[in-house]
Antibody, heavy 125, light 108 residues
Framework: QITLKESGPSLVKPTQTLTLTCSCS??????????VGWIRQPPGKALEWLAL???????HYHPSLQSRLTITKDTSNNQVVLTMTNMDPQDTATYYC?????????????????WGQGTMVTVSS | DIVLTQSPGTLSLSPGERATLSCRPS???????LAWYQQKPGQAPRLLIY???RRATGIPDRFSGSGSGTEFTLTINKLEPEDFAVYYC?????????FGQGTKVEVK
């Protein structure tokens, strides 16, 4: 069974750097065809994709946030880490990580098929 | 970026009725790269449909997706009480992946 769980600070100050960790189980980040993405949702608003990393370390970022984001894998702990610099109150949101299968012919190919529960981050001084 | 416009914003229906939700991309999206998610209050989104019309694992067959190009539809036949939620479409063709603003299906 695939599960993901986000962790990180619930409160950060403006201009600080946010570091979020996605702990993954039921699959390995080194298995061919595996990806993990980060998506956020401000309170009462829509979803916004942020970043994606694949088993081969290929990384993709939302262009409007690319300069502030870094996504990496910790394969020894089967975790994906997202850092976001220069946090602003407008970055207040629930941050989700999600599993993405990139195996041709597989169910849910290239979509976020399993999501973590999310972690709420508030940016305030 | 491809903008996805969902309509209506809110759909007020009774259990047992049919819900028809629309998603219109600002430019053509390959039907292979359009998904629908359901989100209930306080919960993470759940994948319903991918590839425009393929149901994800465990999704009841009252949920169906259709469409192509710049017009996609999610249909929920015979609404069950647990189907009242917010629904998002998402395109995963050209980067960046984008989501619609959501359609809320509420109890009439």
């Amino acid at each position: 069974q695939i599960t993901l769980k986000e962790s990180g600070p619930s409160l950060v100050k403006p201009t600080q750097t946010l570091t979020l960790t996605c702990s993954c189980s039921g699959f390995s980040l080194t298995t061919s065809g595996v990806g993990v993405g980060w998506i956020r949702q401000p309170p009462g608003k829509a979803l916004e994709w942020l970043a994606l990393i694949y088993w081969d370390d290929d990384q993709h970022y939302h262009p409007s946030l690319q300069s502030r984001l870094t996504i990496t894998k910790d394969t020894s702990n089967n975790q994906v880490v997202l850092t976001m610099t220069n946090m602003d109150p407008q970055d207040t949101a629930t941050y989700y990580c999600a599993h993405l299968p990139l195996i041709p012919g597989a169910s849910a190919y290239d979509t976020f098929d399993v999501w973590g529960q999310g972690t709420m981050v508030t940016v305030s001084s | 970026d491809i903008v996805l416009t969902q309509s209506p914003g809110t759909l007020s229906l009774s259990p047992g009725e049919r819900a028809t939700l629309s998603c219109r991309p600002s430019q053509s999206v390959s039907s292979s790269y359009l998904a629908w998610y359901q989100q209930k209050p306080g919960q993470a989104p759940r994948l319903l449909i991918y590839g425009a019309s393929r149901r994800a694992t465990g999704i009841p067959d009252r949920f169906s997706g259709s469409g192509s190009g710049t017009e996609f539809t999610l249909t929920i036949n015979k609404l069950e009480p647990e189907d009242f939620a917010v629904y998002y479409c998402q395109q995963y063709g050209p980067s960046p992946r984008t989501f619609g603003q959501g359609t809320k299906v509420e109890v009439k």
